[in-house]
């Protein structure tokens, strides 16, 4: 149940709290006071799309929490591992003029996406726009559906549909005609050839540019090695670093026998003698091993312009050009064999198509079954909101195997006798459209969790006694869940358990909105304003009592 909505800086709303009690609660006010920004809130905490348009002039950001009691603990808790505590839920959401959002879930940060499949289970929100839905035929199955509670028998239905797509798209894949196999092959078969023939290895690409950059800068390398040893072993005109740590640890080794405090550095200056010469001998060897040849370094040049073309043709690396040479060879073989495949492939989906066929006609005997039901349901809906004589009837159409089913389904009816049943957008006017639907929205809650079903002016059309059936059957509905009613009709705000009036006024240049609870004499006034009008009277201030008392 939703108990709180707090709304900052949205719209001409500056700041508003905003209190719903069990039941059945309305919201009234003027047309333009700002009674669709309430609604626009309450989509923003169930992770709708908003825009940065709805934030309040002169702010940099809105700010919309709510405050749920009694939630059910939904496994969505435990998917997103956001804390559940059975007496509250909090959702806040921030919306900058950046166009960026911030949700939080019970204080912990949530997307928007986990905000919306949040915010599914909590609140139904049904508007004006919804009964249109009514027309596109293409969403009748998605109300049967959601009656019929074959989320089991659907989903085993469309998991073996898509094994059975999974076969028919690989027998296309393998399907050609001769001249495209012919085509195909001859260009595998180059390519396989040609990445063969370069022979190449793993790695040798980078190996070959170490090599490369090596001799291409032997000269210097040789130089520089010659100098290191040079200044470690010394030559002509120098002696080397070698011979002078050796004389002064020669030097320093004699002594010793006369200070023997100064044995540990002559271990040490000795450990040093060995170190240099040690790394003089390893530069030596390695001057040696640097044997600059043109000849290889046209060699290394050379085979690197076979790797760099086929680079261009096959992948980014030696490594990428030989998987494309392993995919190559799987798909000429497959190619080469697709006669045999395509062969053992039909029989196997032959197989998947029998089990997926056995599961769309259990689909469709569940579906049938829960048609039934729906009809005597809506009916009897229909006739309690002042549509006695109307008939409804879902009509099934065997269709080819598809994602849904192996079914086409359509809502006819007709609501005066001795009218043949046809589309609804044939015969349901304005006011028996939004009856339809809220017919049909009562029977859908009755089989869900969600606690809390919001009506936006969904009385368009509606008058008279119409009025007065829909008030009742949306008290009714409000017996077990909490209803929020945006309405304009008397008889529909006389039936309320609580009452809002949303209110716009100016002060200073600005426009502000106010949400005010009514007390009984508040209400009284509000209906007879809605009755008769700006000018409220002493009639209309009677009717609204009497509508009240009623």
Not at 88 to 96: P, Y
Not at 224 to 240: M, P
Not at 248 to 262: C, K, P
Not at 476 to 488: E, G, M, N, P, Y
Request: charged share 30%; net charge negative; hydrophobic share 40%.
């Amino acid at each position: 149940m939703l108990n709180l909505l707090h709304i900052e800086n949205i719209a001409v709303i500056e700041q508003a709290d905003i209190h719903f009690d069990r039941g059945f609660n309305v919201l009234t006010g003027e047309t333009g006071a700002g009674k669709s920004i309430v609604i626009d809130a309450i989509s923003a905490i169930l992770g709708e799309r908003t825009y940065r348009d709805v934030i309040r002039t002169g702010s940099q950001k809105a700010f919309v929490s709510a405050l749920f009691q009694d939630v059910p603990e939904y496994s969505w808790f435990r998917e997103t591992g956001v804390s559940y505590d059975s007496q509250e839920l909090l959702i806040q959401r921030e919306i900058f003029a950046d166009g960026k959002n911030a949700c939080r879930v019970n204080g912990c940060p949530v997307t928007v996406a986990m905000l919306k499949k949040l915010g599914g289970q909590l609140v139904n929100i049904h508007g004006q726009h919804d009964s249109q839905q009514l027309f596109d035929e293409a969403n009748h199955l998605v109300y049967l559906d959601l009656f019929a509670q074959d989320e089991v028998e659907l989903q085993d239905y469309q998991a073996r549909f898509a094994k059975v797509q999974n076969v028919q798209r690989e027998i296309q894949r393998l399907s050609m005609d001769e001249s495209e196999k012919l085509r195909r092959v001859e260009a595998l078969e180059y390519q396989i050839e040609e990445i063969e023939r370069a022979d190449l290895k793993p790695g040798e690409d980078e190996a070959l540019e170490d090599r490369r950059k090596l001799l291409q800068n032997s000269e210097k390398l040789s130089e520089g090695l010659a100098r290191a040893v040079a200044a470690l072993y010394g030559d002509e005109d120098q002696e080397g670093a070698s011979g002078l740590m050796g004389e002064a640890e020669h030097a320093l080794s004699r002594i010793t026998r006369y200070d023997g405090s100064l044995a540990a550095l002559s271990e040490r200056l000795s450990d040093l003698v060995y170190s240099v010469q040690d790394v003089a001998e390893e530069l030596r060897d390695h001057m040696d091993s640097l044997a600059y040849s043109a000849d290889e370094l046209e060699h290394i040049e050379s085979r690197l312009d076979v790797i760099h073309r086929l680079r261009r043709k096959y992948g980014s690396s030696v490594e990428d050009i030989l998987q494309y040479l392993d995919h190559a060879k799987q798909e000429l073989e497959e190619i080469e064999f697709a006669s045999d495949r395509i062969e053992q492939l039909s029989k196997e989906l032959a197989g998947l198509t029998k089990a997926a066929e056995e599961a769309g006609l259990q689909l469709r005997q569940v579906r049938l079954t829960a048609a039934k039901k729906l009809e005597t349901r809506l009916c009897a809906e229909l006739a309690a909101l002042d549509m006695p004589k109307a008939q409804f009837v879902c009509q099934f159409e065997e269709q080819p195997m598809a994602a849904s089913g192996m079914d086409l389904v359509r809502f006819l009816m007709t609501a005066n006798v001795g009218e043949a049943l046809k589309p609804m957008s044939k015969v349901a006017s304005g006011g028996e459209l939004a009856r339809i639907m809220l017919a049909i929205k009562n029977v859908l809650a009755e089989r869900d969790q969600v606690g809390t079903l919001i009506f936006d002016e969904v009385d368009a059309g509606v008058s008279g006694r119409a009025a007065q059936k829909v008030a009742e059957k949306l008290r009714s509905v409000a017996r077990t869940k909490q209803v929020l009613c945006v309405t304009h009709l008397p008889q529909i705000a006389a039936a309320a358990d609580n009452h809002l009036l949303i209110a716009k006024s100016e002060h200073g240049g600005r426009t502000y909105t106010q949400v005010t609870p009514l007390d009984k004499e508040g209400r009284k006034k509000e209906i007879a304003r809605i009755i008769g009008g700006a000018e409220i009277t002493e009639t209309t201030l009677k009717s609204a009592e009497e509508m009240l008392a009623n």
